[in-house]
């Protein structure tokens, strides 16, 4: 596809890797010839995501990594540069949702989702930086979601997290671009992934997605195109819910009555069954 070449031979890190949009970025990065350094701290699903990429002649490496810890991620960062050369792409991608009422949340939630969510994007940038400055270029992708848009009811932590890592990646943004590092913010809307299922904190359960929820490939292909294209914002879901956000963004009070339908939404689904994630 048209931007594809922009990839050939290229050092790529993606983080959340072994599944979910971080495993189809990989996957896409793969395909359009990049060299790609797949992080997840989960080593077993790590290990099952290589072997799931068949033969691709080395340009795989797998790294063990938990984003919360910022040596691991300095580590990461430091090991790909000394055996690539570079880094020409660092996609912060890896993650942990949550829909909960507010009165559920504990600072152990908070500390859990912010570590993630927000240290995540924060360590894998700030390890990177200075390696693309003295390169004299590089593109950091971060990913955030449709809630760094719009204020989703009943995941207040979780869009604090995104609507952080929104604003980071904007200002980043307008301040690298003369240095020639660029960077765009990805906001997903559903997609299928384990983040359904997966809480804050706790063991993960089997939840199905939304019958809508797009697909990872789909997704990154998405995702893949507009960082091609360099653009700041890519919002990651179908034209009908993009045509939506347009509507709705330029019709505030629609957008509000539609958020306090949803929160009564919310409220009696969780009265009933109890759902947190």
């Keep these: 596809m048209p931007g594809d070449e922009c990839y050939r031979g ?30 997840d701290r989960d080593e077993a699903m790590l290990a099952s ?9 080395g340009r795989v490496r797998p790294a063990v990594v938990d984003v919360t ?18 880094l020409d792409f660092l996609f912060n991608n890896a993650g942990v949702g949550g829909t909960m009422p507010i009165g559920d949340a504990t600072l152990e939630h908070w500390r859990r989702i912010i570590d993630v969510n ?8 700030h390890a990177a930086l200075p ?17 760094a848009l719009i204020p989703f009811p009943y995941q207040s932590l979780y869009c604090a997290t995104k609507y952080g890592v929104l604003g980071y990646s904007e200002s980043l943004r307008f301040e690298l671009a003369d240095e020639g590092i660029h960077v765009s913010v990805v906001c997903p809307g559903d997609v299928a992934t384990r983040i359904y299922g997966t809480p804050i904190i706790g063991e993960r359960k089997e939840v199905k997605p939304p019958d809508n929820a797009m697909p990872a490939d789909e997704a990154a292909r998405i995702i ?5 294209a360099k653009e700041g914002i890519i919002i990651v879901a179908p034209e009908v819910v993009r045509k939506w956000f347009r509507e709705i963004q330029a019709a505030p009070k629609d957008l509000e009555d539609y958020l306090r339908n949803m929160a009564r939404q919310r409220r009696q689904s969780y009265a009933t069954k109890g759902a947190y994630y």
């Design 10 to 39: 290229k050092i790529c890190v993606v983080t959340g890797a072994a599944s979910g949009i971080g495993f189809a970025l990989a996957e896409g990065l793969l395909r359009r010839e990049a060299v790609v350094v797949l992080a």
């Design 49 to 57: 995501a290589v072997g799931r990429l068949g033969d691709t002649t």
């Design 69 to 86: 810890h910022q040596p691991q991620v300095d580590r990461l960062i430091q090991d790909t540069a000394a055996r690539g050369g570079r």
């Design 118 to 125: 927000l240290w995540g994007v924060i360590y894998g940038t």
């Design 131 to 147: 390696l693309m400055r003295r390169q004299g270029g590089g593109h950091i992708v971060n990913t955030a979601s449709l809630a």
């Design 224 to 228: 893949l195109s507009g960082v091609a």
